[in-house]
Every structure is written in structure tokens, then in C-alpha cells.
């Protein structure tokens, strides 16, 4: 990969060299900016679902630095043979999203490319003494994940044929929904550090938090919410190839204990617009889960503990 300049400026908060998905701008004393920008291919079959879910994915990483999304702008890429209909079907999916998130869609751009593609641009606002990044866990923190996982391997299945397409309405409406109630739902309990669940999987982002914050995670895979048929899915082998990249990559900062190869798979998985990943002090945790669980549609559940840095990033436990 190419060498990249280092870019700089006393204002930007935060960037990609701390590994976030997006960027934080002082703007003011008491406001900051959070821009943002994500598109995919389809994982669905329906266009209108399928536009849903890349905006909700693309609005949730403004939800991930505590702050709420304003702008939105399309990025769309179709064949010259796709049909209107399904064009704007899935314009009209990532329109109801944007209006949902309560921000406004101001424009976008369109290209001609061989396969279908998706996603926004966007532009939220946070308040500067709320600004949310991966790199503040601290030791004696609860871990808390706000989704359901599996969602790689179940569109995985249903590609291959393995699973009905009516077997995804759940992970369907799980990937549809915003992140948007987290913040409002825990008040005054902010969390040291957060992070959205997406393409690196529970392995991938957890191991940056613990890396941007010089600690390490304790994962008790028991704890983990999974969506109906991943288990035995997850034996079967039905795993996208990112997957495999995924434990490749972070597996060497991982002591995986006694989990098995379809556990392991589980936690590598790349989410598509998966849950929030809150660290929490341990004096607070009790009361975060309980508000989630009131205020939220998706499974939420405490999944871990940070600790010490203890030479690898990520522990894990049956």
C-alpha cells in the first residue's frame, strides 16, 4: 500500500491514523463536525433493503463518535442494463434512512460500474466534551455490544442457497436498524470509548480499541448475542471470505483459549451495519445495559472486560 502524507491541524480531533471511520473537527468551543463516508454491494436481494441498510451502515459511524448525522450525500454506482425501478428503489431505501436519522439529503454523485453500489456521504455534529473515539478504554471497563452477530455468515448462506431468503428477515431488520437511540438512551452515562460493529468484525474493531487505548479485552464468547442458525451455520463453514482475512490479520494479537474454529469464525464475521461497541467504567455498566435494553429494539448484552495490557489485545473465554 502506498505511504500516505501525514496530515495535521490542531482542530481535527481525531482521524484515520487512531483508526477511526471518521473524522472529528473542532468547529468551535463547544461543537465539532464528524465526517464520514462508507458504500458497498448489494447483501440483499431487494433494492429498496438493500439501499436501507448502506445508509443506515454509513449513518452509524457518525452515531459511533457520540454525535448525530445532518448532512447526507448519495454515492451510487449501477450498470448501464439496471432497471430504473430498482435504481430508485434503492435511493428510496437510503432516503427513508436519512429521514429517520432526522438529516437531510443535499446531493450526491453517480457513476456507470459493472455491479451495483451503494452508500453516503455524511456530515454530523457533536459536542465537543461528548466526542466518542476507540481509543479510551481504561482498565476495569465493562464491555457492552448493542447487536446481534452473524450477519456475514447468515448472507452468506442465504447467497448459497443454504438458508431461504425468508430466514433473513431477521438479521434483515437488524441491519435496517439505526444506531441512533444509543446516546439518547444512556444520558448522562458516557462511555470511555466506542466504536461500530462493520467490515473487521467483533475481532477487528475490538482489537484497534484495545490497541488505540494500550489495553486488552476479555471476551466471553457465552455472552455474545447471535442470531438464530449462526452456530451451526458457523460449523457448516459458511463464512465470507473476509472472515478468514480477519483471523489472519488480528488472530496474531489474539489468545484465542479454548474456543473452537466456528466460534473463532463468529468473531471474525464482517458485520454490515452491526451494533455499537461500548466500553463503559464498571461503576456504570449495570445501569448502561439496563437503559439499552429498555430503549433498544436489538439484543444488547455486556460481552467483556478490559484490562491491563497484558501482551495480546484480545483474550478470549468460552
Known sequence: MCSLPEFSDPLLLTGFSKNEDAGVY????????IATLDFFTPIVDDPYTFGAIAAANSLSDVYAMGGKPRLAMNILCAPDDMDDEDLAA??????DKILEAGALLVGGHSVRDNEPKYGLSVVGFVDVDRVLTNAGAK??????????LGSGILTSAGKSGRIAQDELEEVTQSMMALNAGVAEALGDILPHAASDITGFGLLGHLCEM????????EIDFSALQLFDQVPQLSREGHSPGGSK???????IYTDWGDLEDWQRAILADPQTSGGLLLSIREEDAQEALERLQRSLSTPVALVGTVH?????LLRCRR
Open 245 to 251: 482475512k480477519n483471523e489472519k490479520h488480528f488472530g
Open 26 to 33: 473542532k468547529i468551535s468551543e463547544t461543537e465539532a463536525i
Open 90 to 95: 434503492i435511493l428510496k431505501g437510503g432516503a
Open 210 to 217: 484495545m490497541e488505540a487505548s494500550a489495553t486488552t479485552a
Open 308 to 312: 491491563p495490557y497484558e501482551e495480546v
Open 139 to 148: 482498565p476495569g471497563d465493562r464491555l457492552i455490544l448493542t447487536k446481534a
